[in-house]
């Protein structure tokens, strides 16, 4: 690119980045590396190879309904933050009205507070109208987290599209609905289909707020919060783990 | 209308949760029960508790080391990326840069206990030279690690975009004038990319500001960090209005370092 190149310097400057990937992703490799190791406390020189661990996931129930929980959660707030990130994205891409700004700042906020916040000021607002300690709870919080994500990817989408082709369909006497049916959606196709995948992976990841909310119906993530916690085998009186949220009015 | 889903979710699940929070912390809490109120006993008693202030500076501290950390890390990686490395190799970078936002940090968390503890994979390594065993874990260069883990991708593919809106012609025209390999990267790149880089650190603040996982399975959460003390107060019964004014000034002190940071960010040039 620039004329004075020096080996060196751009030596130094890939190992820095190899660097970078392995501080980053040393631990997903050993994770997996872990859960195929005998040990409990993996260490060097490491155990014997082993399904053990799976074997004792595969059996736990625990485990098997906190998968549930997450896909159902992960589900359910995939289609709600699409449609409500759709609405936004088309909202932004298509309208200019007084208070724009607040209303993109409400749409596009919530990742910024952080998780504890949102799962302190959720358990509470939530629990006042009892809809705490349920998995409705964890959808709606997810659907608030995650719509922004839904928001973004579909706006970008947009922005790729010609403005012309909207203005053409009306011409062509297609009304907002038929123009948003048979022009838009079709052209955004592979975003919302971006934004469905996007949203189910971040609720499925999500664990604070959903700790905070969930009550007795833990998700996977959840769940492993409690084994974090408690660092004992899966499975093992998980009820004395659960934050308030469970107590809660 | 298409906009209204949005704005009614978010008014009712994010604004008013979030305000029902300030109208929480003046409630008092009467037989194990929270009763709505105009009560300042909750601030007065957390703001002028030591232990918060000392938790307060904590976090502030770790956050700020964070942010710096990682930017510092960061910006080489993310100049090597932008800059040095040809298109193909650029777009599988940031590719792989992604991966880690699809998997579970809390995983990653517990992966890395494994590698801080005392008989854990790194002072086993360390072992080998004769080295002897370096307390990692349960300290806050533990906690430091885990945040700086947390933020490392997210900043080097912000700082990355950031650094590939530069003008090449700027930097060109830096090197014919005789403008230093170093002083080109301090003098012209870094102020035109200014603006990404300051929201990088911001979002690393905020990410390490309000995170409880590391401090607490790697920095072992004594002393503890405000968002230790949220989940402990909500944790320990039915004194949320507390938990309800520290987060409050959590968030008050987010805002602060968000504007200014913004407002340095965009600052004119020069003076």
Redesign the interface.
């Known amino acids: 690119m620039t004329g004075n190149r020096n080996i060196v310097i751009e030596a130094l400057l890939r190992l820095h980045v190899l660097a970078c990937l392995i501080f980053i992703f040393a631990p997903i490799l050993g994770s997996f590396v872990f859960s195929l190791n005998s040990d409990r406390f993996p260490s060097l020189p490491l155990g014997h190879f082993s399904l053990e661990w799976y074997r004792l996931i595969w059996e736990d129930p625990f485990v098997w309904s906190g998968f549930f929980n997450t896909v159902i959660v992960g589900l359910c707030v995939a289609v709600i933050a699409t449609l409500l990130g759709f609405g936004g994205a088309y909202t932004d891409y298509r309208y200019k009205f007084v208070g724009k700004n607040v209303y993109l700042a409400l749409a596009l906020l919530p990742p910024t507070i952080p998780v504890v916040i949102m799962g302190l000021a959720m358990l509470a607002f939530l629990s006042r109208i009892n809809l705490s300690g349920s998995t409705i709870s964890v959808i709606i919080a997810h659907g608030v987290m995650c719509s922004p994500f839904a928001m973004a990817i579909i706006r970008l989408r947009l922005s790729q599209m010609d403005p012309d082709l909207e203005a053409a369909s009306w011409n062509l006497g297609g009304n907002e609905w038929a123009t948003l049916r048979h022009v838009i959606v079709p052209f955004a196709r592979p975003a919302i289909f971006a934004a469905l995948f996007i949203t189910m992976a971040v609720s499925f990841d999500e664990f604070a707020v959903a700790w905070f909310v969930s009550g007795l119906n833990e998700t996977l993530p959840v769940k492993i919060l409690g084994f974090l916690q408690g660092q004992v085998s899966p499975g093992s009186t998980p009820s004395a783990r659960l934050p308030s949220s469970a107590r809660s009015r | 209308m298409?906009?209204?889903?949005?704005?009614i979710?978010?008014?009712a699940?994010?604004?008013?949760?979030?305000l029902?929070?300030v109208a929480?912390s003046f409630w008092t809490v009467r037989n194990f029960q929270m009763q709505p109120d105009l009560d300042f006993g909750n601030w007065e008693r957390i703001l002028t508790r030591r232990a918060f202030w000392d938790a307060y500076l904590l976090t502030a501290l770790l956050a700020t080391a964070s942010a710096v950390l990682t930017s510092l890390?960061?910006f080489?990686?993310a100049?090597?990326?932008s800059?040095?490395?040809s298109d193909r190799v650029k777009q599988w970078?940031i590719f792989?840069?992604i991966?880690?936002?699809?998997?579970?940090?809390?995983?990653?968390?517990?992966?890395?206990q494994?590698?801080l503890?005392d008989?854990?994979?790194i002072n086993?390594?360390l072992g080998f030279f004769g080295l002897g065993p370096i307390l990692m874990l349960n300290t806050l260069f533990g906690t430091l690690v885990g945040l700086?883990?947390l933020c490392?991708?997210l900043v080097?593919l912000l700082q990355t975009f950031s650094l590939n809106f530069v003008d090449?012609d700027l930097?060109?025209a830096a090197?014919?004038l005789r403008c230093g390999?170093l002083r080109t990267v301090l003098m012209v790149i870094v102020p035109s990319a200014r603006v990404g880089l300051v929201i990088a650190a911001l979002f690393a603040f905020?990410l390490s500001?309000?995170?409880?996982?590391s401090p607490l399975?790697l920095g072992g959460g004594n002393p503890p960090t405000l968002?230790i003390m949220?989940?402990d107060i909500?944790?320990?019964?039915?004194q949320?209005p507390r938990?309800?004014v520290v987060?409050l000034m959590?968030?008050t002190t987010?805002l602060t370092v968000?504007f200014l940071a913004i407002q340095f960010a965009y600052k004119e040039r020069g003076k």
């Open positions: 298409l906009s209204l889903p949005l704005l979710w978010q008014l699940f994010f604004l008013f949760p979030l029902f929070l929480l890390i960061a080489p990686a100049y090597a990326i800059f040095k490395v970078l792989v840069l991966i880690p936002f699809f998997t579970s940090y809390l995983v990653r968390v517990y992966s890395l494994v590698f503890s008989a854990g994979i086993a390594f700086v883990t490392l991708p080097v090449r930097v060109e090197h014919n390999r905020i500001f309000g995170d409880f996982v399975y968002s949220i989940t909500t944790k320990s019964g039915q949320w938990a309800a987060a959590m968030i987010l968000a």
